[in-house]
């Protein structure tokens, strides 16, 4: 967690959001004692979260029946027709 005073924060303001954007948190002091926290938004983390963990798979993973045999036709059920 990043510590800030008030007027470092004010001064940077854009920069310590960009941080919480990113995840981080950030503690605001006043004269050396915490006085609030600027923390993500939980919703939109797990969206975040969730997006780039398929992002990361993309490209690696391979789409279909996983239990069907690449290179055979099923005959399991084709006495039962």
Do not use: C, F
């Amino acid at each position: 967690m990043v510590s800030v005073n008030v007027t470092e924060l004010r001064q940077h303001l854009p920069d310590y959001l960009k941080q919480v954007q990113d995840g981080e948190e950030v503690a605001i002091t006043l004269h050396g004692k915490t006085i609030a926290r600027i923390v993500p938004d939980q919703q939109e983390n797990k969206r975040e979260i969730a997006l780039k963990r398929l992002g990361a798979l993309s490209g690696s993973v391979i789409v279909g029946d996983i239990m069907a045999a690449l290179d055979e036709e099923w005959t399991g059920d084709a006495d039962n027709l």
